[in-house]
């Protein structure tokens, strides 16, 4: 299935749940407290956000709750940016989205102090170096990236429950697989290691302040309990760098 039409039908569920996921935007407390000991210090100063691949955008009603002065979500499906937007506007928040593919954000170069994305981000971007010329573009001078992302070496992780397993069927240093699971049955998720990251990154000439590895994943699907996910294995990673003055 096309990646798009893909997430566009996995998208529909932040329709059908509008009213729960209304709730959870204004209680806003979609950031997980290690994104928010790191972004603690770059909220103070009432940064622009842009979060590139927002979703349902309930981390940008939370991020304005926590500080931010503005958020652009940036996202690839017009059903997710529609019910993003519908209810930023029923919040009163200062939140708005564009709907478009990326690299290429159609945002004015130097518009943000702090570009945000991840939870499942990264997966969808074939070329991470582009990317990152995408986020040092958006930045201005002494601007802050941060990435809080699934940890590359997830997709081998089986959902196993007695003990953590290795899927036979998928590599670390593979280019791609086919999404098996919810939310985008049969679309091709793109792999990177951990190195390839960190190299678009430094490629772009940000500064690289922080990295982390963590054993608790972003999500975790219902009435699931992966013994992956039990301390043992990185499920997770936090990025922090910063555009030079």
Known sequence: MDNRAAWEIASRKHVREYAELLAEARAG???FPVELDLLRPVLESA???VHLQSGHGLDDVALVKAGAASVVGVDFSRTAATAA???AADLGVPCRYVVAELP?????PGCADLVY???GALIWLPDLTAWARDVIALLRPGGHLFVYEAHPMVPLWT???DEPRIRPDRGYFARSHVNDTFPANGAV???ATLSDVITAVLAANLDLLHLAEHPDPFWRPHNTNAAAWRGQLPNTFSLLARKPL
């Open 159 to 161: 959902w196993d429950e």
């Open 104 to 108: 290429g954000a159609p945002l004015r």
């Open 47 to 49: 940064p622009a956000v």
């Open 29 to 31: 407390t979609s950031l």
């Open 117 to 119: 994305t991840g939870k």
């Open 85 to 87: 937007s519908r209810r």
């Open 189 to 191: 998720e793109w792999q």
